[in-house]
Each structure stands twice: as structure tokens, then as C-alpha cells.
């Protein structure tokens, strides 16, 4: 197991992230660039090694119903991995080929809901339309329906 310090060090040379000094000793690092509500990275690594690094939007973690992932017994290799695609993940991303056809110019909002499936809510000629990859799923008058409708199913802006 790593020490408190040779975490310290590890998570230190991502430059883009702050450090942020909680309480008890605990320390939190934050991507401030992130394009999510979600800026901790790594979420109070306490002086006794423990400590969390967020993976909900990555594949192969187990995770906690916060998306973190316990790096207590993570090699170096294994942190310097987690906190990298951590940071990919919260990064502005390309949209994908499909998604960038149904989109166009119209204004577009993403939602997430807890298992990571995302739902675009586009504004298509004068309607609020829900997509799931490339097929709609539902169709809104108003902005106000179609928020009422992806909060009672559960998702939220991502």
C-alpha cells in the first residue's frame, strides 16, 4: 500500500487539478475544468492512505452509489490509471459521429441518469425531443415537460 505521501505525490503531478484541505487531515483534489456537476477527482485521502478517486462514467471500477471507487490498496500504476481516465471522463469530449447528425445546429442539453445512460434533450422546430442514441424516445411542447419527465425518470443534467 502506498503511503499518504506517495499518493500525495502521484495525484500532485496531474496539474489540472487544485487541492483542496478538508477536514481531519483529509484532502480533496477537484477538475475544476470539468464539463459535469462533478469536480472531485479524489475525495478525502486521509493521512491514513485511504481515500476515493471518481470513476461513475468509467467502465470496469466498482464503484459506491457516489461513482468512487476505494484506492486504499491501488498500486501507483493503478492510481495514476484512475485519476487519468477520471479526468478524461470529466473532460469535454467530441461528440460522436451519431450524436453530432441528430443535434445540428439546435440547442441540446445531456442527461445522466445513476447507471451513466445518457438521454439528449434537443430543441427541434419549436419541440422538446428526447433521444436515446439515435432513436426518439419522447416529444414536449415545453421545456417544462420534458424536464418533469426525465426528473420523475430519474436523470439529471449531465
Known amino acids: ?29 477537484q477538475f475544476n475544468e470539468s464539463v459535469y456537476e462533478k469536480k472531485n477527482v479524489v475525495y478525502h485521502l486521509h493521512p491514513n492512505g485511504n481515500g476515493f478517486v471518481y470513476a461513475g462514467r468509467l467502465q470496469g471500477y466498482q464503484t459506491d452509489e457516489k461513482g468512487m471507487v476505494n484506492i486504499r490498496d491501488y498500486s501507483a500504476e493503478e492510481l495514476k490509471k ?8 470529466l473532460s469535454a469530449e467530441e461528440k460522436p459521429v451519431e450524436e453530432a447528425a441528430i443535434v445540428g445546429d439546435n440547442q441540446e442539453e445531456r442527461w445522466v441518469n445513476k447507471d451513466n445512460q445518457v438521454l439528449l434533450l434537443i430543441n427541434e422546430d419549436d419541440f422538446w425531443n428526447i433521444y436515446f442514441g439515435l432513436n426518439l424516445e419522447e416529444s414536449f411542447a415545453t421545456y417544462e415537460e420534458a424536464e418533469v419527465f426525465l426528473v420523475e425518470e430519474g436523470f439529471r443534467r449531465g
Open 1 to 29: 500500500m502506498l503511503t499518504f505521501e506517495e499518493k500525495l505525490a502521484i495525484i500532485e503531478s496531474f496539474p489540472e487539478l487544485e487541492r483542496v484541505n478538508v477536514s481531519l487531515g483529509r484532502v480533496n483534489f
Open 82 to 89: 484512475v485519476i487519468g481516465e477520471s479526468i478524461q471522463s
